[in-house]
């Protein structure tokens, strides 16, 4: 079985989030994690 990536452990005060969809700051679109080949997109947020 092939070994996942591993994300880094979050900065202190921060943590992940995983969804299946983001917007792209760039275009305003919905990009589903589905269509890049992910599960989930990992997202950074404030604890």
């Known amino acids: 079985m092939p070994k996942k990536p591993s994300l880094p452990p979050p900065p202190p005060g921060m943590k992940y989030i995983f969804r299946a ?4 700051p760039k275009t305003g679109a919905v990009q589903y994690a589905r269509t890049f080949g992910f599960r989930a997109w990992p997202i950074l947020v404030p604890a």
Request: hydrophobic share 25%; aromatic share 24%; proline share 0%.
């Open 21 to 24: 969809w983001r917007r792209d």
